[in-house]
Nanobody, 122 residues
Framework: QVQLVQSGGGLVQAGGSLRLSCVASGGTFKIRAMGWFRQAPGKEREFVASISGNSGAAFYQGSVKGRFTISRDNAKNTVYLEMNSLKPEDTAVYYC???????????????WGRGTQVTVSS
């Protein structure tokens, strides 16, 4: 498994921006698919974005498409989630995950970060 350490997050006003980072260790990062998921209070964990290994193909949930950007720096073993035009409904704990396929399913990811809170005020 891969160890994932997240950073970033915090409190921001609606319309603002935040960037989440996730540093991986203990595996061959460049071939792993990476994903971001989120969980709001009282709701199930949901897919946000994922990015494949070597090709870097990215996939997004519809509600964040055009506002969020997932990217990776294989030299730094780091995946990012750049979040712009944030809305109150984006408020959630955000989790970084590593897997073998860049899918929308949490079950395809076998390593998880501890989560970081993102709060968007209206």
């Amino acid at each position: 498994q891969v160890q994932l350490v997240q950073s970033g997050g915090g409190l921001v006003q609606a319309g603002g921006s935040l960037r989440l980072s996730c540093v991986a260790s203990g595996g061959t990062f460049k071939i792993r698919a990476m994903g971001w998921f989120r969980q709001a209070p009282g709701k199930e964990r949901e897919f946000v974005a994922s990015i494949s290994g070597n090709s870097g193909a990215a996939f997004y949930q519809g509600s964040v498409k055009g506002r969020f950007t997932i990217s990776r720096d294989n030299a730094k073993n780091t995946v990012y989630l750049e979040m712009n035009s944030l809305k109150p409904e984006d408020t959630a704990v955000y989790y970084c995950a590593a897997g073998w396929l860049a899918t929308m399913s949490a079950t395809d990811f076998d390593s998880w970060g501890r989560g970081t809170q993102v709060t968007v005020s209206s």
